[in-house]
């Protein structure tokens, strides 16, 4: 049986990239320079900028995200994406600027332990395969330097649940708040969280709807030395 993961691989993550191409190119086209996610990530991290150099995104499909988020916090960028249909037209359209896109899944990142000062997570970890998400996760925390940041946005409906992909059969969507996995461990602190909805830049009655961006710090030292004893 062929994971999630590899299904994307091998051809869904060309045909989601195919289905959403219009609707990213007007988006560009329009002059909205910056999505709401992205609005509200580079605004949250103005006060960090100068501490920001490297920036990689995860699911960064054609790039588009990652240009504006690296444009906004003056930053060099590498994108990660199954879809080579998505890497080879962001490469063309980002010639002569500071980011860069290679076609790979997240559970085994090409890139050298905490090169990045900012990691995001660009609305993907509800496609990938449970069999290796926390894989995915873990390689974010290697690659993420310590005092770096950890952004997700993603499905975040307050009760974890899966439903069946709309676009094919045998893939499902997995709802829930991954910040989660990385708050709960005590190595990130929360600095910023804001809900909003899958259409629209406010938040959704509509449970399934609902979609949150998380802003992380990793902390230098989450075990500070105190008095001794056992």
């Known amino acids: 049986m062929s994971s999630q993961d590899d299904i994307f691989k091998n051809g869904e993550a060309d045909q989601w990239f195919a289905r959403n191409r219009g609707a990213m190119d007007r988006l560009s086209d329009s002059g909205h320079a910056l999505s709401h996610d992205i609005r509200l990530l580079s605004g949250w991290l103005q006060p960090a900028r100068n501490d920001i150099h490297n920036i990689l995104e995860i699911g960064c499909c054609n790039g588009q995200k990652l240009q504006a988020l690296c444009r906004e916090l003056d930053a060099s960028g590498a994108g990660l994406d199954p879809s080579s249909q998505a890497v080879e037209d962001g490469n ?85 708040d991954y910040s989660k996995f990385f708050t709960e461990s005590g190595l990130y602190y929360l600095v910023s969280k804001a809900a909003f909805s899958h259409q629209q830049a406010f938040f959704d009655p509509v449970a399934d709807e609902r979609v949150s961006m998380a802003l992380l710090y990793k902390e230098i030292d989450a075990y500070p030395l105190k008095a001794t004893g056992f």
Do not use: N, W
């Not at 063309?92 to 990045?116: K, S, V, W, Y």
């Not at 290796?132 to 952004?151: K, N, Y």
């Open 92 to 176: 063309m359209r980002m010639q002569g600027t500071p980011a860069h896109l290679i076609c790979g899944t997240a559970d085994a990142l090409p890139f050298d332990t905490g090169r990045f000062d900012l990691v995001y997570f660009g609305f993907c970890l509800y496609l990938m395969d449970r069999r290796t998400l926390l894989q995915a996760l873990s390689e974010a925390d290697r690659v993420l330097r310590a005092g770096g940041f950890l952004a997700i946005t993603d499905f975040d409906p307050g009760v974890m649940h899966k439903r069946a992909y709309t676009h094919r059969e045998g893939i499902f969507s997995y709802k829930q």
